[in-house]
């Protein structure tokens, strides 16, 4: 076996494992629960659930925004250069211009946020009856945690499952490029290099979304079939990565992964600031120690992102 591809058969076991452990540890610990929580202990959720969102807004603008648009300028200065050779001359240098400084990539994120948010909507448009329901309340030191959000409107209950499903989809799509752009790594130092930053980040996303699966009330099952098919997704990129050659941009191919990585980043960025920030700042208690924990998340996602 040559030394490439063992390197890379170990970095699949890795990011699996290491996935599985720290998205199940919030599901298999009752500590981790918010309902069980009193006082002390639940103002320490509180804080962790702060510094998991810190993570989540690094991942989505330091790792999964980045890496969308650099990808998506990369592709579309590939095709501007391809069209400008085959038609040379025909068109003139200031339109080329300003066709390469247009924004694709925030145009192509925003997509992606809009997408969900007209899916939520819609949702919402055919099932009018579930903004009317009861809203399920909990008590928090005083202050009252409603379901998503506690500023303005009652939020619906439905948009729980349907923002963590989204989520899951989101972090799915990014997991699996981020594999693959390790299985097409052409050397060992490099292979290893790209693997560590990934699972630097990924095992504290995953740990992120496993806390926020119990937060938000799924069952132990699906919480953990969850956790499973997204800790897959790496290796599967991974995988993939191994089985294409290095010239993958051909075809449009390139240029498909970068597309869909930019909306996956959009709908990312959705739940984060209308499910996942909205819920953890919503109580008024230790409002400059929540700053701190989301600020230090963030900085520990801005750090990695140097080696990723």
Same mark, same amino acid.
């Given at each position: 076996?040559?030394?490439?591809?063992?390197?890379?058969?170990?970095?699949?076991?890795?990011?699996?494992?290491?996935? $599985?452990?720290?998205?199940?540890?919030?599901?298999?610990?009752?500590?981790?629960?918010?309902?069980?929580?009193? +006082?002390?202990? #639940?103002?320490?959720?509180?804080?962790?659930?702060?510094?998991? &969102?810190?993570?989540? $807004?690094?991942?989505? =603008?330091?790792?999964?925004?980045?890496?969308?648009?650099?990808?998506?300028?990369?592709?579309?200065?590939?095709?501007?250069?391809?069209?400008?050779?085959?038609? /040379?001359?025909?068109?003139?240098?200031?339109?080329?211009?300003?066709?390469? %400084?247009?924004?694709?990539?925030?145009?192509?994120?925003?997509?992606?946020?809009?997408?969900?948010?007209?899916?939520?909507? $819609?949702?919402?448009?055919?099932?009018?009856?579930?903004? /009317? +329901?009861?809203?399920?309340?909990? %008590?928090?030191?005083?202050?009252?945690? @409603?379901?998503?959000?506690?500023?303005?409107?009652?939020?619906?209950?439905?948009?729980?499952?349907? #923002?963590?499903?989204?989520?899951?989809?989101?972090?799915?799509?990014?997991?699996?490029?981020?594999?693959?752009?390790?299985?097409?790594?052409?050397?060992?130092? &490099?292979?290893?290099?790209?693997?560590?930053?990934? !699972? &630097?980040?990924?095992?504290?996303?995953?740990?992120?979304?496993?806390?926020?699966?119990?937060?938000?009330?799924?069952?132990?099952?699906? &919480?953990?079939?969850?956790?499973?098919?997204?800790? !897959?997704?790496?290796?599967?990129?991974?995988?993939?990565?191994?089985?294409?050659?290095?010239?993958?941009?051909?075809?449009?191919?390139?240029?498909?992964?970068?597309?869909? %990585?930019?909306?996956?980043?959009?709908?990312?960025?959705?739940?984060? =600031?209308? %499910?996942?920030?909205?819920?953890?700042?919503?109580?008024?208690?230790?409002? @400059?120690?929540?700053?701190?924990?989301?600020?230090? +998340?963030?900085? =520990?996602?801005?750090?990695?992102?140097?080696?990723?």
């Amino acid at each position: 076996m040559e030394p490439l591809l063992g390197v890379k058969i170990g970095c699949v076991f890795a990011l699996l494992v290491l996935t $599985l452990i720290c998205g199940l540890i919030p599901i298999c610990f009752k500590w981790f629960q918010l309902d069980a929580a009193t +006082g002390r202990h #639940r103002r320490v959720l509180s804080l962790l659930g702060c510094t998991s &969102a810190g993570v989540f $807004l690094g991942a989505g =603008f330091m790792h999964m925004t980045a890496d969308a648009l650099e990808g998506i300028e990369s592709e579309i200065q590939k095709f501007m250069m391809q069209n400008r050779t085959k038609r /040379e001359g025909s068109v003139s240098d200031d339109a080329d211009s300003a066709q390469m %400084e247009y924004p694709y990539g925030e145009l192509i994120i925003s997509l992606g946020f809009f997408f969900v948010f007209l899916l939520e909507s $819609l949702a919402l448009q055919c099932y009018p009856g579930a903004a /009317e +329901g009861v809203t399920v309340q909990e %008590e928090w030191d005083g202050a009252h945690v @409603l379901g998503l959000h506690s500023h303005g409107p009652l939020p619906s209950p439905s948009k729980g499952p349907l #923002r963590a499903l989204v989520l899951l989809l989101s972090l799915s799509f990014h997991s699996v490029f981020e594999g693959l752009a390790v299985g097409l790594q052409p050397t060992v130092a &490099a292979t290893v290099q790209l693997c560590l930053a990934v !699972l &630097a980040h990924k095992g504290l996303i995953v740990f992120g979304v496993g806390l926020r699966l119990v937060q938000i009330g799924s069952g132990s099952r699906w &919480a953990t079939l969850s956790i499973l098919s997204l800790a !897959l997704m790496s290796p599967l990129g991974l995988v993939l990565g191994l089985a294409v050659t290095q010239g993958d941009s051909k075809g449009g191919r390139g240029l498909t992964q970068a597309v869909l %990585e930019g909306v996956a980043a959009g709908t990312f960025l959705y739940v984060t =600031f209308l %499910e996942i920030l909205p819920r953890e700042l919503a109580g008024p208690e230790a409002p @400059l120690a929540k700053w701190g924990c989301v600020a230090a +998340g963030f900085a =520990f996602m801005a750090i990695i992102a140097l080696w990723a």
